[in-house]
């Protein structure tokens, strides 16, 4: 039997190919799975909907809502959320092409609380230990940390260095150029000389190694997936070797970055270009700011809190005016600042208003004055 042209069979894949002309592989894997766990829950609970314009909010969305929260092992928010923005943006795909579909079948209260992630940078303590064993083994994958550590670059920015990712920019001036990541942004990141050192000493290692890669910094015999493995396996053997009070992740190191940058005086938005993020509440979420970091900043507050109330300086001159319109203007504006200070001290608002119209005729002579002729002329 043909289906109809508004079958819900043929038209969400249509549709995702659509979609796959200008997303990621990776977003265009998530609609499919969306669609696959959508349909076959239809065909399973409501074999007779077929037409798009057959479903229903309820009983047909709310029903699929509540069988992902019922699925045992239970789904993530993260991965519900995932379903329901899929299917949410291809019905919404839909009916702006025409198809006849009913308005609100899914909508934003339906998506679950997303977690509140917390900044997870290292410990100052467990910080330095890892450092120290790194120097110490002196491996390549001990300075690709020692990078990542003093760039915040992520770690599969790390892995795909090119052998010239430094660039000079200036006199004194160099900067580790990042390609193409997470978030298909590249960018160049400043660097000092101890960075490269660390180039220069990776570059140096990769020669011994048995197949290193001719455009690669980092050698990869056996490919990227293979060579982030062996890079996070040396990560938890560096730190349970060097005696750490926990088991960091790459991305912690970055993390750390993050707040050191913060510590040190950089801006948040100069911060969000060295992470190469594209939002500022990424950035926020990556900075831890401690109470010692809030002690720092309250006490230099504190510092500049009387500069606030200083009186301001009289532009009275000290010494006998030249005659001319410029000196009599700045005598006027003098007399003006005097009064207007007497005028704050009154409680008496009747002489308080007639300081006011005392101002008023000054700032009438001043408007005069523009109309005398200088004694240069």
């Known amino acids: 039997m043909l289906s109809s042209p508004d079958s819900l069979e043929p038209l969400f894949p249509a549709q995702i190919r659509t979609l796959a002309l200008t997303l990621r592989p990776n977003t265009v894997a998530i609609y499919a799975w969306a669609t696959r766990r959508f ?42 959320a995932d379903l329901l923005r899929g299917i949410r943006r291809l019905l919404q795909d839909l009916a702006d092409n025409g198809h006849s579909i009913p308005p609100g079948l899914i909508r934003l209260q339906d998506f ?35 990078l990542i550590r003093a760039t915040g670059i992520r770690i599969g920015e790390c892995i795909d260095l090119a052998l010239d990712c430094l660039r000079p920019l200036g006199p004194d001036q160099w900067a580790l150029h990042v390609p193409l990541g997470k ?8 660097v000092d000389d101890e960075v490269r050192q660390m180039v220069a ?10 197949a290193p890669s001719a455009n690669f910094l980092l050698p990869r015999g056996s490919g990227h997936d293979a060579l982030y493995q062996t890079l996070v396996l040396a990560l938890a053997q560096a730190a349970k070797r060097a005696g750490c009070s926990c088991r960091p992740t790459p991305h912690q190191l970055r993390h750390t970055y993050d707040s050191e940058m913060v510590r040190l005086g950089v801006g948040l938005p100069a911060l969000m270009q060295l992470l190469g993020h594209t939002d500022i509440r990424m950035t926020l979420r990556y900075v831890q700011v401690t109470q010692q970091d809030l002690q720092r900043e309250f006490h230099a507050a504190r510092q500049h809190a009387d500069q606030l109330h200083r009186m301001p300086v009289l532009a009275a001159p000290l010494c006998a005016p030249t005659a001319n319109v410029a000196s009599i203007r700045q005598a006027i504006a003098a007399a003006r600042h005097l009064m ?29 004055l523009e109309d005398l002729p200088t004694a240069e002329k």
């Open 201 to 210: 000493r990776i570059l140096s290692l990769r020669t011994l190694a048995s």
């Open 340 to 368: 207007e200070m007497y005028r704050r001290q009154l409680n008496d608002e009747k002489a308080r208003r007639q300081l006011q119209r005392l101002d008023h005729r000054l700032l009438a002579i001043v408007s005069k």
């Open 39 to 80: 349909l076959s829950y239809l065909r399973a609970a409501f074999p007779d909907v077929h037409p798009l314009g057959d479903l229903r909010r309820d009983p047909h969305l709310l029903g699929w809502f509540r069988s992902l929260c019922d699925q045992r092992p239970p789904l993530s928010n993260k991965s519900r």
């Open 112 to 146: 679950p609380p997303q977690p509140r992630y917390l900044p997870r940078p290292l410990s100052s303590p467990d910080d330095q230990l890892l450092q120290q064993e790194w120097r110490r083994t002196g491996d390549l994958p001990a300075y690709a940390f020692l």
């Open 183 to 190: 978030l298909h942004t590249e960018r160049l990141v400043p």
